[in-house]
């Protein structure tokens, strides 16, 4: 099963940014939709953005043109550029790998990193 390693979380004052990572291990990166949820205290994890192997992209409403999603296959690594953080946006942010059905390959999920945007 892939192991995935988050980074990149911190404090920021609103308007700033950060950049998160996710590196994975193993071999189901490259075939895999990759992710990035969030979860607030009190409040249900939610999807922010995901990224699939040809780089077909989504992201919730609430961070379309604030937030970019991208992968680098060579590296095994998801990125996550933040750009305009809001308060609303503090949160615990976990990266996710979503493997294609008909594999051996399980989903997998990040560790967490948190990040705080003080207003």
């Known amino acids: 099963q892939a192991q995935l390693v988050d980074s990149g979380g911190g404090l920021v004052q609103a308007g700033g940014s950060l950049r998160l990572s996710c590196r994975a291990s193993?071999?189901?990166?490259?075939?895999?939709?990759m992710g990035w949820y969030r979860q607030a205290p009190g409040k249900q994890r939610e999807l922010v953005a995901h990224i699939s192997t040809a780089g077909s992209t989504y992201y919730a409403d609430s961070v379309k043109g604030r937030f970019a999603i991208s992968r680098d296959n060579a590296k095994n690594t998801v990125y996550l550029q933040m750009n305009s953080l809001k308060p609303d946006d503090t949160a615990v942010y976990y990266c996710?790998?979503?493997?294609?059905?008909?594999?051996?390959?399980?989903?997998?999920w990040g560790q967490g990193t948190q990040v705080t945007v003080s207003s």
């Open positions: 996710n790998l979503d493997p294609p059905p008909g594999t051996d390959y399980e989903a997998a």
């Open positions: 193993g071999s189901a990166f490259a075939i895999s939709t």
